[in-house]
């Protein structure tokens, strides 16, 4: 997915900057960029790692001293290079995008037949980013610039725009991804975490609007651009995504997935002696079935944090499932005799499912129960990067559907309806596969209410396939 930070002060802003982009660091998995506009000296500075085999702070600190004013950006992202410095006749500025433009090639070849060229390439294809910047620059200005992008793009694109002027934001048309403002005194900041802002002593101002677009100076906040009134937040924010400590639309995450657990303890008629959650977006959903059923909470499974942050995902499967197995630490003592009951936030793929519930066993539990956070994804995501689904027949649902079925896109509303016989048939398939005692996932209509927005402004196409482009 990614996450970005930008921040601009009365004075320096390197150190802001450092951690409030560290801060997003469980959002993206591959590349980090910080870039810094220095007034006094009229220059631009960047840097960019590459991220797949250790922390963004480890690999920027080295680089702290080149950057130098009280303006920048920087970015955690699953994608492209970022961020990209352009001379324009918008003037110079530097880029950043939490994007998935799914007609990239279409645009891409529309800008060749313009005359224009890229610079910037991304494993060998063109870097979404350098795109939006050459679609901004078809504007007069920048405001006309960023409505060609959201005219153009297929998918979604959230933005943050370093000038000699201050940063302009702007959210995704549809919303899908957020980007929440901070005020202290003296400086102004734009991210896609509002986790970023308490130890940097930001206080939340508000959430941008879907297509809403405005400039941050140290001590103001300029309209651009009205928000939109249609928005698609993506639901997978508050299940998976999100930090704990962070909130969207004015929803906290923590409390969103402790709602999402409390609710089925409610129902659930299983007799199990404990309950634990899968590090890290299955603890709070397991700290709130606890309290519904009335069972204790017990860390059956530990994260070894030291060396395992989260957002340690491997590009290659088969250095996914060593990591799977090797961050989480089962508890012998905790799990012998017992019937243990684990909540996760999600089932992509199945292999992290498979090799948890084996150990579970082999540890002494007498029982194995899962429940899940949100209903069983049937369609992968075509708006956003979740680079755990990159086409249907890599989600376990499909490969289930197709060996029943015949075909993989047969009959998918039947199986995204709670509680249907093709439903419960692909749930007890998933259960047998993985040697589980019982498995529940969570209602569509049980996701929405804990998340508190109307169902008109949460993008669930994962889970039942409605799209908004």
């Known amino acids: 997915m990614g996450g970005f930070f930008g921040t601009v002060a009365k004075r320096p802003c390197v150190t802001d900057l450092f951690y409030g982009t560290d801060y997003n660091s469980h959002l993206g998995t591959r590349r980090g960029g910080m870039a810094t506009f220095d007034a006094e000296n009229n220059r631009f500075a960047r840097s960019i790692h590459n991220l797949e085999s250790t922390y963004f702070r480890t690999k920027f600190e080295d680089d702290l001293e080149k950057f130098t004013g009280n303006s920048g950006i920087g970015i955690i992202s699953d994608t492209d290079a970022q961020p990209i410095i352009i001379n324009s006749h918008l003037g110079r500025f530097a880029i950043v995008t939490v994007a998935k433009i799914a007609n990239i090639d279409e645009l891409e070849q529309e800008l060749l037949d313009q005359g224009m060229h890229f610079a910037e390439l991304s ?63 003296g400086a102004m900041a734009a991210s896609s975490e509002s986790s970023s802002f308490p130890n940097l002593d ?41 930090f704990p400590t962070s909130s969207y639309e004015g929803r906290n995450v923590e409390d969103t997935r402790f709602r999402f657990g409390e609710e089925m303890g409610r129902a659930d008629k299983e007799e199990i002696d404990c309950c634990c959650g899968i590090p890290d977006s299955g603890v709070g959903m397991a700290l709130g079935y606890a309290c519904g059923k009335g069972v204790p909470y017990k860390r059956a499974i530990a994260k070894y944090t030291p060396t395992w942050p989260r957002s340690f995902t491997p590009p ?14 089962p508890n012998r003592d905790v799990l012998s005799g017992q019937r243990v009951l684990l909540c996760d936030d999600s089932i992509v793929r199945g292999t992290q499912l498979r090799d948890n519930t084996r150990v579970l066993y082999e540890y002494g539990a007498r029982e194995v129960h899962i429940r899940i956070a949100c209903p069983p994804l049937i369609y992968s995501c075509p708006f956003i990067g979740f680079s755990a689904s990159k086409s249907d027949l890599e989600l376990i649902t499909r490969r289930i559907i197709k060996d029943l079925e015949g075909d993989p896109d047969k009959n998918l509303d039947k199986y995204a309806t709670t509680g249907s016989p093709e439903y419960e048939r692909m749930v007890d398939i998933i259960r047998q596969n993985f040697g589980l005692t019982s498995l529940k996932f ?3 209509e049980t996701l929405v209410e804990a998340i508190g927005l109307p169902k008109c402004q949460i993008c669930t196409h994962c889970f039942d396939g409605s799209s908004r482009f």
């Open 202 to 242: 930001f206080e939340t101002v508000r959430f941008l609007g879907p297509g809403e677009i405005v400039r941050l100076r140290a001590d103001s906040i300029q309209l651009i651009k009205e928000p939109e009134k249609e928005m698609q937040v993506c639901s997978f924010l508050w299940v998976y995504y999100g």
């Open 442 to 444: 969570n209602s569509l």
């Open 316 to 329: 290659r499967q088969e250095l996914r499932n060593l990591v799977a197995k090797m961050k989480l630490i």
């Open 123 to 185: 494993s060998g294809q063109t870097n979404q980013t350098e795109l939006v910047a050459l679609l901004i620059n078809q504007g007069r200005d920048f405001k006309e610039g960023i409505e060609n992008v959201y005219r153009k793009v297929k998918g979604s694109c959230s933005m943050l725009i370093l000038t000699d002027d201050g940063i302009i934001a702007a959210r995704d048309r549809l919303g899908r991804t957020p980007i929440v403002i901070g005020r202290k005194d």
